[in-house]
């Protein structure tokens, strides 16, 4: 059991560094927002680019957020592949998982497959977290429109 808990660990450190990490980065983007704001309307035209909705971003966050569909959408192209990376490691996880139980454990030998079935379950229950909590942080950051679009502009409000 002691050598599942440094999983664990990992997991949850995961987590906490999504939910920190977002800290100053919405410091900065409330900072460029406030920039936009003050700009001449001739520095930064972001209507000619194409703005983005706060509404549609928030549902893609709502119903599809664990594969980052909210994020493709606002250009955040970073967030989206990280986020589909999460949502991917438990399937690739399984499978591993499935294949070492197949070659590796016999019938006889049940305490090698309870071992690799709890881990699995400890590794998806992390993986779990992070995923939930990702979701909160983005509802929270497209409800609020405190998230920048991929080309430093603000989304429309219209929520």
Same mark, same amino acid.
């Given at each position: 059991?002691?050598?599942?808990?440094?999983?664990? !660990? +990992?997991?949850?450190?995961?987590a906490?560094?999504?939910?920190?990490? =977002?800290?100053?980065?919405?410091?900065r *983007?409330?900072?460029?927002?406030?920039?936009?704001?003050?700009?001449?309307?001739? =520095?930064?035209?972001?209507? %000619?680019?194409?703005?983005?909705?706060?509404?549609? %971003?928030?549902?893609?966050?709502?119903?599809?957020?664990?594969?980052g569909?909210? *994020?493709?959408?606002?250009? #955040?192209?970073?967030?989206? &592949?990280?986020?589909? =990376?999460?949502?991917? =490691?438990?399937?690739?996880?399984?499978?591993?998982?499935?294949?070492?139980?197949?070659?590796?454990? #016999?019938?006889?030998?049940?305490?090698? #497959?309870?071992?690799?079935?709890?881990?699995?379950?400890?590794?998806?229950?992390? !993986?779990?977290?992070?995923?939930?909590? $990702? $979701?909160?942080?983005?509802?929270?950051?497209? &409800?609020? *429109?405190?998230?920048?679009?991929? *080309?430093?502009?603000?989304? !429309? +409000?219209?929520?």
């Amino acid at each position: 059991m002691t050598t599942y808990v440094p999983v664990v !660990i +990992a997991g949850c450190l995961v987590a906490l560094f999504i939910c920190l990490d =977002a800290l100053p980065l919405e410091t900065r *983007n409330d900072l460029h927002v406030k920039a936009l704001r003050q700009a001449p309307k001739s =520095a930064i035209n972001c209507s %000619a680019i194409g703005q983005k909705s706060q509404r549609t %971003a928030f549902l893609l966050s709502f119903f599809l957020s664990s594969v980052g569909a909210a *994020n493709f959408y606002i250009g #955040r192209n970073d967030l989206g &592949g990280a986020q589909i =990376a999460v949502f991917l =490691a438990p399937t690739i996880l399984c499978c591993a998982m499935c294949c070492v139980v197949c070659i590796c454990c #016999r019938e006889e030998e049940s305490g090698g #497959r309870m071992i690799l079935t709890l881990s699995h379950r400890l590794i998806g229950a992390a !993986i779990s977290l992070t995923i939930t909590a $990702w $979701w909160i942080a983005d509802l929270v950051y497209f &409800g609020t *429109n405190k998230r920048l679009d991929g *080309n430093g502009c603000p989304l !429309i +409000a219209n929520l």
